[in-house]
């Protein structure tokens, strides 16, 4: 077995991302993602790859898609004042159908807010990352481990279905370090009929483009690529499952957030409460099975978010709201206490009993 | 031992997070599950600083420590901030070169290390986080001392070298420091 | 039968869209002319803008993208690091590159990326039907300063081949006009080098094309030629305005 070595989350995706075959990377500092851009800057020229610090995010995310366009691996990352910056350029990889991966290290908002760890970008990652009908896969690791391997996973995933991925952590992920096996390195060749790389004169040009004038031929393009959104969501959804055999009442967590749960669930078993939890990994597509079967045999289901409260509204769909989904939640950059979490986890106890 | 939430604060400066750095690559030596956070932000140059590590046999849950089992307070502010948040049985360690005051706690066991003049003392100013390490791993136990020197390679570069046996040494004097 | 005029290679067949008057078929041709006289074609990839040359990368028969407003200097920095051999270029208009995209502009320039811009100024927003662009000239009517642009307001045209030009950065800088043969000619002599500086790895050349809308400006193409030099050239007057290389072999 590989070698555990010990890393911050953010740099466990910058070295994940190497090992993944991209070779260009490009960002604008932003707390508290900046490891990933100081570990591609120190690693990047020795590997004979790209780093560029980016003039702004805006111009980032562009140069995002013009590497994409090339067939070649890219990232960038921010946090999230960054994310809202890139939406324009994120909304234009989903309009020509470019993989990319875009990794947010979420901090408190709106505004300029804080840069304490936060959930608070769940809504813009799930559903408005910018303008039109378009997602992103979206995945939430809740360890360093998993930083690095779901690095290598949404690149997988961007490629195949050509939609940009996302990595939806947050500063705590980002800045603790954690045992991680990095995954074996791997060389990535392009092989992307569409991508621009010169014609040789050999071929009718490519064109990189989300401009449609007429709007049966947008519309076509919209129909299609929900295709390709429907087969993601039956495909790749994934989740864990906690404790979740006997549960009668289910925690819903990602992330941090899932990481705190445990410790509540964990001591909510020792005072004899059946209760389990579903982390969900992608968020979108969001893992709805699981949810809709948990509705069928626990009595109540509790949303725990750095958040005022958005993947309760994906929950309470999953669910069909056929039991109460309450929420535990600190928001601005605090986490819930376990001691908060279990609180929660004794009123769905006791309140229908 | 199970889970030991450990929680190292004091000015930025003082070395907190490496002295976490350390014990979590021990702990990754030593083949133990665990998790290292630091404080981060505009608090890291000059303000308070602090870190959690955990260090367990089973996979470790929240990554926050907020009712720490060790507390080591480099400085008053710590002491005042985190004392009653240390949970009942666990053990604080106090450098009282830089702490006039007692820990008020009762249930708790309280370890008093003048740190800071240890250090002066032994001509490594910088070390004192060094030597309130030393002092936790003998009273608390979740590493062993075996093997610290190539755990700590791997936490000061080759570059420093020299600095490994004098980071060695700190560590060793808390260790054996009875008092 | 001899040969003696041919659309250049790389030009696809898609009829044009401009406005009849319009100089950017022009423009259109002498990058074409460019890329075919150096023989590149199958090793470059453009940049499309958003603004009347949007439909560019119909035009252009080498590999294209679109890019959003104002980002193609990005967008082309992210191709040419992925493909440092192939040649990339962008075609940008005033509202382009001068305004919602000069940071794009100036910090491609400064870091002296090995790509060729054609900037194409027309001191107006054509696509969206007239309005004031940042190197409108003083007093210009359009239909968001339909007074005329007032400079105590609304601030002064920005002269960009000036601007950047003071920059250490970028390797060659020269604005030219496509009014009448000669400057036609020269035109021509500049985009050329722009490409050939890329190709001997130079770096960022920027040639600015001071140019026509006859249709927003409310001239005949005749008048709109005349208005391109009696108004036009004094304000953003013609030449090099940065060389790096023939500096150095002066030097």
């Known amino acids: 077995m590989a070698e555990k070595v010990l890393m911050k989350g953010n740099e466990a995706i910058a070295e994940a991302a190497i090992r993944a075959g991209c070779m260009h990377y490009f960002g604008y500092p932003i707390t508290p993602q900046t490891e990933i851009a100081a570990y591609m800057a120190k690693r990047m020229p020795k590997i004979g790859g790209v780093f560029l610090q980016a003039e702004s995010e805006i111009a980032a995310i562009n140069m995002v898609y013009g590497v ?27 309009g020509a159908d470019l993989p990319a991966l875009i990794v947010n290290v979420q901090r408190g908002g709106p505004g300029l807010g804080g840069i304490q760890p936060s959930q608070s970008d769940y809504f813009q990652a799930t559903r408005g990352l910018g303008h039109g009908d378009f997602h992103l896969i979206v995945m939430a690791p809740a360890s360093v481990q ?47 009929p569409w991508a621009v790389t ?49 549960a009668e009442i289910c925690v819903a967590a990602f992330g941090i957030a899932a990481r705190v749960s445990k410790n509540a669930i964990m001591a909510a078993r020792e005072k004899g409460i059946k209760v389990g939890m579903i982390r969900p990994i992608t968020l979108w597509p969001f893992p709805k099975k699981p949810f809709k079967a948990a509705a069928d045999k626990c009595k109540a289901f509790i949303s725990v978010e750095l958040s005022m409260g958005q993947m309760i509204e994906d929950v309470q769909l999953a669910t069909e709201c056929k039991v109460p989904v309450t929420l535990c939640n600190r928001a601005g950059g605090m986490i819930p206490s376990p001691e908060e979490v279990l609180e929660a986890i004794e009123r769905a106890a006791g309140g229908n009993k | 031992m199970a889970t030991t939430q450990i929680l190292i ?53 929240s990554p926050i420590v907020s009712t720490p089992d060790v507390l080591t307070a480099m400085n008053l502010p710590s002491l005042d901030k985190y004392e009653d948040a240390t949970a009942k049985g666990g053990k604080i360690f106090v450098d009282s070169s830089l702490i006039d005051r007692k820990v008020n706690r009762t249930d708790v066991d309280a370890y008093y290390i003048p740190a800071t003049k240890l250090a002066n003392d032994a001509g490594f100013p910088t070390l004192a986080n060094m030597i309130m390490m030393g002092k936790m791993i003998k009273e608390a136990g979740f590493v062993s001392m075996d093997g610290m020197k190539e755990a700590l390679s791997h936490v000061i570069s080759a570059k420093r070298a020299d600095m490994l046996d004098i980071n060695l040494k700190a560590i060793e004097i808390g260790y054996n420091y009875e008092g | 039968m001899a040969v003696v005029f041919q659309k250049p290679k ?88 001068a305004s919602i995209g000069m940071a794009e502009t100036v ?41 005329g642009r007032d400079t105590a307001t609304v601030g002064f045209p920005i002269r960009v081949s000036e601007m950047l030009s003071t920059l250490d950065g970028p390797e060659f800088i020269q604005r030219v006009a496509v009014n009448n043969v000669k400057n036609i000619n020269a035109a021509k002599k500049a985009i050329k080098k722009a490409f050939q500086n890329q190709v001997e790895g130079k770096g960022f050349s920027l040639v600015e094309v001071v140019s026509t809308c006859p249709t927003n400006w409310g001239l005949t193409p005749q008048k709109a030629l005349e208005w391109v030099e009696e108004k036009m050239i004094p304000y953003y007057p013609l030449g090099v305005y940065k060389d790096r290389s023939a500096n150095k072999e002066e030097k």
């Open chain 2, 9 to 61: 604060a004091g000015f930025g400066g003082q070395g907190v997070l490496f002295a976490g750095k350390c014990i979590a690559y021990k702990g990754l030596e030593e083949g133990k599950q665990l998790s290292w956070l630091p404080s981060y932000g505009p608090e890291m140059r000059g303000g308070t600083a602090n870190c959690s590590v955990i260090i367990s046999d089973t996979p470790v849950g």
């Open chain 3, 10 to 97: 790389a030009l696809t067949d898609a009829p044009l869209h401009y406005c009849p008057g319009c100089t950017h078929g022009i423009i259109h041709r002498l990058v074409a002319e460019a890329i075919d006289e150096l023989g590149i074609e199958g090793k470059t990839v453009g940049v499309a803008p958003v603004g009347c040359s949007v439909m560019a990368y119909d035009y252009f028969a080498c590999d294209m993208v679109e890019a959003a407003h104002g980002r193609a200097p990005a967008v082309a920095t992210g191709l040419k690091r992925a493909l440092p051999e192939n040649i990339i270029f962008t075609y940008q208009g005033d509202g382009d590159l």
């Open chain 1, 146 to 192: 998993e930083m690095a391997d779901m690095t290598a996973k949404c690149f997988d995933l961007s490629d195949k279905y050509r939609v940009p991925a996302m990595i939806l952590a947050d500063g705590t992920l980002g800045q603790m370090m954690e045992p991680v096996v990095l995954p074996e390195p791997t060389e990535y060749k392009p092989d992307k």
């Open chain 3, 107 to 147: 910090h491609a320039a400064t870091r002296n990326e090995n790509i060729t811009v054609i900037f194409v100024n027309n001191a107006i927003y054509g696509m969206t039907g007239g309005q004031m662009a940042p190197t409108s000239l003083p007093g210009q009517v359009t239909q968001t300063s339909p007074y």
């Open chain 1, 68 to 94: 994409a366009g090339t067939g070649f691996r890219v990232m960038t990352s921010s946090s999230s004042p960054g994310i809202s910056l890139k939406g324009e350029g994120i909304s234009y990889l989903a």
């Open chain 1, 198 to 246: 010169g014609t040789n004169c050999e071929r009718k040009h490519n064109i990189i483009n989300s401009l449609y004038l007429k709007p049966e031929e947008l519309e076509k393009t919209n129909f299609e690529r929900f295709e390709r959104y429907k087969a993601i969501e039956e495909n790749e959804p994934l989740w864990e499952e906690f404790m979740m055999d006997d």
